[in-house]
């Protein structure tokens, strides 16, 4: 960027307000403004995104091409003004034109294409990459339609559809030179050549392009700007209704209709799958288009591919962009030449895999008739590399039928997309620590036997510029205080905070900007709920999407035994607290559902009862999303991240609370475990099972929660609440399913599996010590300032630098500014 110049950003936004809507800017829109305003940021950021193109084109550095089929991003606006170092001007800038940034920012719609932690993830990867330098491309879909906006009526959890484009999208650029074609269905012809070898030919198949539209990512403060590229699908022929005969029309009329659904929405499931054929055509989608896009890129510069992975490498965001795989063998053997050897050579040097899960209903398979019909010759290259891959297992393991069905790709009917993904990367890593050691040592033990070598472990991380800088500015203009400038691009600078922790000056000065947070969240929930909150109550907080796993239903028992207990003793000693909840569930998760409808009504109750003077308060935040979740997180003080544990692979979340100063309470589950390690035992609250132990209960089946329920009475009281009415005016019914979670025993589905019941008393009691050590500021203070302080491993600058040393390779590159 160059050096900014307030009077020609004045005159930009004036000349764009009159250009794009023939007003001036008294007459325009907040709408219209935030256009004007986007379009100037998108003209500051240009001539840095050219350069780093430049640069990329001319030195042709190793490139990691991000495969996801998610990326979360959250709002641009403010994002790129802080990476680009320029927010303070800007927002100076406009407020002499009487405009106010954050309002401007406000209108923004936020590009949620993507669910939860995977998608949020890819999003923190790519603000890492650009601000470290590293030559890269996210690859994803431009679905038309984005995450659902939750609205909440009566209770319950209903679905509108996000149309993010409606006005379109200043940050983006269509790049239709950058357009591939890419097939479905069909058949394939097999034919001998002169050589003797196989041609594969594809025939009778439905075809779209896939064309790009290019969005930026700002890196932070050094003129590196990488690429996110969205495909869009648009049809092969423009169909004219003239110009057909009856077959092409069909064709036309069928090409047109694949296009346009191709692109049209996100799946908004996360971990709980359903095997849609629609979803497999978005995965091929995007896939062939990046693919076909990466090896356009490296032919400019080479003849041969034999040195491709020396340029390129495909990181898999879990199993969902894993048909890269047999794509990549496709493109070298059918459209490059190459003999199976040669390809299969590179393309186990170019693909890496990464697992988000562990949990069975979440992994990827899809029924072979399905996957052979959309992907015919995709489909024969899974089944030879299959074929090879069981030949291998037995060479190495003799008549070990079990192995071969734990391993191989194709089995039972199925392509098993982690296998797939297994056997072909040349890296295989977990989320988090704990996560990764479930891995090796249970899920995928034998191919960890088998490929010792293949496995590694990322812990997840967070970019503190969203996070901190431009989520948290007081918090940031604090850490600055007392740590200095750079902490931007190094997040172990907080560790200066650990020296300042005792003081009660530092320890007020925190605990102020805590209560300003809660003001600006407090003001916010009274707009979007009408709901009114204590400042000077506890806030805790449980944000993230709606799964069983991750046990929103006990905390809200929590709330109801509480309640049950503030209303046996009216004058016990209480430390007043507002239960926040911020969360959405799959449409057809049905267990989701209810929970946010039980939560709902437990706030209705609660929040009406004035007998308890107000000291418990349950709020739903509606449509939790990266835009408010900034907000949530600033002025949370209290982080619930309560997952069964072994489930949660890392959690993101956890760490965002971590970064603004919130004390968690947790299981050993997850990232939790390292967070527990950095910030030490004083300044988090552990409780529950260890993941061993949840484990030994599922091998052994030997969980009895409906001795629980039977032997205790707090237990028994609040479930038995499910089912007599409390939160149902009356009726029985509303809540059984919720209460059946819980004893209803069956083979496929046991009795509470998420171990609700065996965690309640040890959440209780933690709890307690929650309420308890809230009562001493300067104790509470000096912890939460310790959180900040002991963040540090959970940039995700340091996982992506991880990533680059063990798995990418890549060298950073240089872009220098025009002035
Ligand atoms: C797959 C097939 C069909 C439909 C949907 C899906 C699907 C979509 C999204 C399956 C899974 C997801 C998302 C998973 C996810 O967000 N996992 C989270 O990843 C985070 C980043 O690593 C971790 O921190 C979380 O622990 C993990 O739950």
Not at 300 to 327: C, G, W
Not at 798 to 811: F, S
Request: aromatic fraction near 12%; charge should be negative; charged fraction near 25%.
């Amino acid at each position: 960027m160059k050096a900014f110049n307030k009077k020609i950003f004045i005159k930009q936004i004036s000349d764009n307000v009159k250009n794009m809507y023939r007003k001036n800017l008294e007459e325009a829109s907040q709408e219209e403004l935030f256009q004007a305003v986007a379009d100037a940021v998108k003209n500051m950021i240009m001539d840095d995104w050219i350069a780093t193109q430049q640069v990329m084109e001319k030195d042709e550095p190793k490139t990691v091409y991000y495969l996801s089929m998610e990326f979360l991003l959250g709002r641009a606006l403010g994002n790129n003004l802080i990476n680009m170092t320029a927010y303070a001007q800007v927002k100076e800038a406009l407020e002499e034109i009487g405009l106010d940034l954050n309002t401007i920012e406000q209108q923004e719609p936020d590009p949620a294409l993507g669910n939860g932690g995977l998608g949020r993830l890819a999003a923190c990867f790519l603000d890492s990459l650009a601000s470290l330098g590293y030559p890269a491309y996210g690859c994803g879909i431009r679905y038309r339609y984005g995450m659902f906006k939750q609205q909440i009526v009566e209770g319950f959890q209903v679905e509108v559809p996000d149309n993010w484009l409606k006005n379109g999208y200043p940050f983006e650029m269509k790049r239709p030179e950058y357009c591939y074609e890419v097939r479905f269905g069909g058949h394939v012809r097999m034919e001998m050549r002169e050589d003797g070898n196989m041609d594969f030919i594809h025939e009778d198949y439905q075809a779209v392009n896939a064309v790009a539209y290019d969005l930026p990512i700002v890196g932070y403060n050094n003129h590196v700007v990488d690429t996110l590229i969205i495909w869009d699908a648009q049809p092969e022929v423009e169909f004219s209704l003239t110009s057909f005969n009856e077959g092409q029309y069909h064709k036309a009329v069928e090409e047109s209709n694949l296009a346009r659904t191709l692109v049209e929405v996100l799946y908004p499931n996360d971990e709980h799958i359903q095997g849609k054929e629609l979803r497999l055509k978005q995965q091929y989608f995007f896939v062939s288009a990046s693919i076909q896009r990466a090896i356009a890129k490296y032919k400019k510069h080479h003849r041969s591919l034999k040195q491709l992975p020396k340029k390129v490498v495909f990181q898999m965001n879990d199993t969902h962009p894993t048909v890269a795989v047999a794509e990549l063998m496709r493109i070298l053997i059918d459209v490059e030449g190459l003999s199976w050897d040669e390809a299969w050579k590179i393309t186990t040097q170019c693909v890496a895999y990464t697992n988000h899960t562990i949990m069975a209903e979440a992994l990827e398979k899809w029924p072979i008739d399905i996957f052979e019909r959309i992907l015919p010759r995709v489909y024969q290259i899974v089944d030879e590399i299959n074929r090879r891959f069981v030949l291998d297992i037995m060479d190495r393991y003799p008549g070990n039928e079990d192995k071969i069905r734990s391993m191989a790709i194709l089995y039972d009917g199925q392509v098993r997309m982690a296998n797939l993904a297994i056997a072909a990367g040349f890296s295989v890593n977990g989320v988090a620590r704990l996560h990764t050691e479930i891995l090796k040592n249970e899920s995928l033990k034998d191919f960890y036997e088998m490929f010792p070598e293949k496995f590694n472990n990322k812990t997840n991380g967070i970019t503190q510029r969203r996070f901190l800088a431009h989520g948290n500015p007081l918090l940031a203009d604090f850490v600055t205080k007392y740590c200095g400038k750079g902490w931007e691009t190094d997040l172990q600078k907080t560790r200066k905070l650990i020296a300042k922790a005792d003081d009660p000056k530092v320890q007020k000065e925190f605990m102020e900007i805590k209560r300003e947070n809660k003001k600006r969240l407090a003001k916010y929930i009274l707009e979007k709920t009408g709901i009114e909150v204590n400042v000077d109550s506890i806030f805790d907080v449980h944000v993230k999407r709606l799964h069983e796993y991750k046990r929103q239903l006990m905390n809200i028992l929590h709330v109801m035994y509480l309640y049950n207990r503030l209303k046996d003793n009216p004058d016990m000693d209480f430390v007043p607290r507002t239960f926040i909840f911020g969360a959405k569930a799959a449409a057809g998760y049905r267990n989701a559902k209810n929970t946010i409808k039980l939560i709902n009504n437990v706030a209705d109750v609660i929040n009406h009862d004035v007998s308890i003077g107000g000291k418990i308060k349950v709020v739903f935040i509606e449509d939790y999303k990266v835009s408010n979740a900034e907000w949530i997180y600033a002025a949370a003080d209290v982080s619930e991240q309560i997952s069964t544990a072994s489930k949660e692979a890392s959690g993101t979340g956890n760490m965002k609370f971590m970064l603004n100063g919130a004390l968690t309470i947790g299981t050993m589950d997850g990232a939790n475990v390292e967070m527990f390690e950095e910030v030490g035992e004083e300044n988090m609250f552990i409780f529950g099972l260890s993941a061993q132990e949840v484990i030994g209960f599922e091998r052994n089946h030997n969980y009895r929660p409906g001795d629980i329920y039977n032997n205790d009475p707090d237990v028994n009281r609040v479930l038995n609440q499910l089912i007599d009415g409390t939160y149902s005016h009356g009726d029985y019914e509303l809540f059984r399913s919720l209460y059946n979670y819980f004893l209803n025993d069956r083979p496929d589905n046991p009795a509470d599996r998420y171990f609700i019941l065996a965690d309640f008393r040890s959440y209780i009691q933690t709890q307690e010590k929650v309420a308890a050590y809230y009562r001493n500021r300067s104790a509470w203070a000096k912890s939460a300032i310790m959180n900040v302080a002991c963040v540090g491993k959970f940039s995700s600058d340091r996982t992506i630098q991880e990533y680059v040393d063990d798995i990418w390779h890549l060298e950073k590159i240089k872009v220098r500014t025009s002035l």
